[in-house]
């Protein structure tokens, strides 16, 4: 729903849902944007393994799946 003032659009509401799912997308868009930027300026490289190692560390806190 946009809201107008003065014939001009001033706000947006929207539902918690919708909401939340722009949120994360564009908290995921800034991480992948950061992570373009550090590739562009360094030579450092990680291994599949390590990347996903350490994916699996933090979702896990450190048990094993």
Avoid at 25 to 30: G, T
Avoid at 32 to 55: C, I, M, N, Q
Wanted: charge should be positive; glycine fraction near 6%.
């Amino acid at each position: 729903m946009f809201l107008t003032k003065n014939g001009y659009g001033d706000m947006v509401v929207m539902s918690l849902e919708k909401y939340e799912k722009i949120r994360l997308e564009n908290e995921i868009f800034v991480k992948l944007k950061e992570a373009e930027l550090e590739a562009r300026t360094t030579d450092v490289r990680y291994s599949h393994p390590e990347v996903f190692g350490k994916a699996r560390e933090q979702l896990c806190n450190g048990k094993k799946i």
